[in-house]
């Protein structure tokens, strides 16, 4: 437990917590509001390794992009309280990564002439003009950063379009200027967003993806100069259209194992394997520079469901993933960066000052299957980086029976093992371990779940506790798992990335158990190893 003290507005506080809570959960409504305004000790649920901003609400990342040694983070963001609204740019920059430099903020919303007429900053993503060739920053700009994203407009608080708007920076993202041609595509629609922009080589162009988010279907136009767009093609709709389709990602992907080959995949956020939450889908195929064409080989459906194959991540926080554009040569690609929550209990979520976080940075690959060309998402390299001293057990072997490891554990580490099932009919490990919570990692049937019913508070929305659950295949009778557990997240990496499951929790204390079980049967866990992380968090602004 730690106490925690914040410099607090009290009537911010208390809209604040009125706006979270629902009158009628008065218990609830009372702990929001003890912890800010009278220092109540609660535990700190701001992960340590994973980026989280200095106050208030973040959202998706935008802007990925590295240059001049720096990889840039922009992302959704409220610079005036801890819940949606007023988006905005925030910023950091990172020379690894993992270690992040907090920026004032890059793009605010502004007011138009009239002073009735708002445009928020909405998603969107960055790029360098390289040399300044298109003009856009002053005379003698040695390269340009262009941030291309979705102008949100509306009137006395009405929506009334989106459409997509430049802005630049002639000193390395720390100043931008908006472009004064904006908007840059404009189709008169309210649901036209996200714009993903890459260089795309063979054809001498720069190409964009964004969606029409209400027909699922994502729109593609390309550019020789930033400014003038010509409309290409159309995706979609297909795969999962129960959600609004947003953040579309396209870009080329290596296959593991054949030198030189590699395939476009298109990454966008919709719907989630279970109904009324969001998640992401992603498509194999081929670009020729003006048209996505799907391979419905790849890849193949699972257990009869025609969209399982294509889900990015099985847990219910991962989500508005896009790709870094630039990356140097010693940081191999593609890298992804998703935004840590769903859309289902966000702004409910119970940590102050901070509301958010982002995952991981993840390489991604595609590796050929039974199933077809498969998503495979690990950790980037240098993440082992931050480990401490280990702790090892090479096999434990269990007989029905629970095993405690680690008794009273940080909850901020790494974990890898190999779990062979046997003959168990549920065997896993418990993590975050109190008297009365834990967070299950299990495999029971066929599936690798994360359980977290009784992974601490789960009452501050009740669309929050529940079982998430990946398909996963024993190899020669086992799974591997490496899992990251950092305070309030859990992200476990299955089979060497073949499965991931992403899930945020909030235990009520800040170390807890690590235990070992099998039910019904045997079990064997081998490989154990747990690395302390060591904290890379500054939250100074």
Not at 39 to 68: A, S
Not at 290 to 314: C, M, Q
Not at 354 to 379: D, E, H, N
Not at 476 to 505: H, P, W
């Amino acid at each position: 437990m730690k106490i925690l003290f914040y410099p607090v507005n009290p009537v911010k506080t208390i809209q604040s917590c009125l706006h979270m809570q629902r009158p009628t959960k008065m218990l609830a409504l009372l702990a929001c509001l003890w912890q800010p305004l009278f220092g109540q000790t609660t535990p700190d649920y701001r992960p340590q390794y994973h980026f989280t901003p200095p106050k208030n609400w973040i959202n998706d990342p935008n802007g990925l992009v590295y240059h001049e040694g720096e990889y840039h983070l922009f992302y959704q963001h409220n610079p005036f309280d801890n819940k949606w609204g007023h988006m905005s740019w925030g910023h950091a920059v990172s020379k690894d990564l993992l270690r992040w430099e907090h920026l004032p903020l890059a793009i605010p919303e502004f007011t138009h002439a009239d002073g009735n007429t708002k445009t928020a900053i909405f998603s969107g993503s960055a790029v360098i003009d390289k040399g300044n060739k298109n003009g856009l920053c002053p005379p003698g700009t040695k390269d340009c950063m262009v941030a291309v994203y979705t102008g949100n407009v509306s009137k006395d608080d009405k929506q009334t379009n989106q459409y997509q708007n430049l802005a630049y920076s002639a000193d390395r993202g720390r100043t931008f200027t908006q472009y004064d041609k904006n908007p840059i595509i404009d189709i008169g629609s309210k649901e036209f967003r996200d714009p993903n922009v890459f260089w795309y080589a063979p054809q001498q162009k720069w190409v964009m993806a964004t969606v029409k988010a209400k027909e699922h279907r994502a729109a593609f136009y390309a550019s020789k100069d930033l400014k003038k767009w010509e409309f290409l093609s159309h995706f979609g709709p297909t795969g999962d259209t129960s959600k609004v389709w947003e953040c579309p990602a396209l870009m080329q992907v290596p296959v593991q194992g054949e030198s030189g080959q590699s395939r476009w995949v298109l990454f966008i956020s919709a719907g989630h394997p279970q109904p009324d939450y969001v998640g992401m889908q992603y498509f194999v195929g081929n670009f020729d520079g003006t048209t996505f064409t799907l391979d419905p080989a790849h890849p193949k459906p699972i257990s009869g469901n025609s969209y399982a194959g294509a889900v990015v991540d099985w847990g219910k926080d991962y989500y508005a993933a896009i790709q870094y554009n630039d990356l140097p040569g010693s940081q191999p690609g593609p890298v992804m960066v998703g935004w840590l929550n769903n859309w289902a209990y966000a702004n409910d979520l119970p940590t102050m000052p901070f509301k958010g976080a982002m995952s991981l940075p993840r390489q991604i690959s595609l590796k050929r299957t039974a199933s077809g060309l498969q998503l495979v998402q690990q950790p980037i390299t240098s993440v082992r980086t931050l480990r401490g001293p280990a702790s090892n057990v090479a096999t434990m072997r269990l007989n029905n029976e629970s095993r405690v490891w680690q008794k009273n554990t940080d909850n901020t580490y790494e974990l890898e093992l190999t779990l062979r099932p046997g003959t168990a009919k549920t065997a896993g490990i418990r993590l975050a371990k109190g008297s009365n919570e834990e967070t299950l990692v299990q495999y029971v049937d066929g599936k690798l779940q994360v359980d977290r019913r009784r992974s601490g508070n789960v009452a501050f929305n009740k669309r929050f506790a529940s079982v998430d659950e990946a398909p996963v295949a024993l190899q020669n009778g086992a799974v591997k798992l490496r899992i990251f557990v950092d305070k309030s997240i859990v992200e476990v990496f299955i089979n060497d990335g073949e499965r991931v499951l992403t899930d945020q929790i909030f235990p009520t204390e800040t170390a807890g158990g690590i235990e070992l079980f099998a039910e019904g049967g045997t079990a064997e866990f081998s490989g154990l190893t747990l690395w302390p992380i060591k904290p890379v968090v500054r939250v100074s602004e």
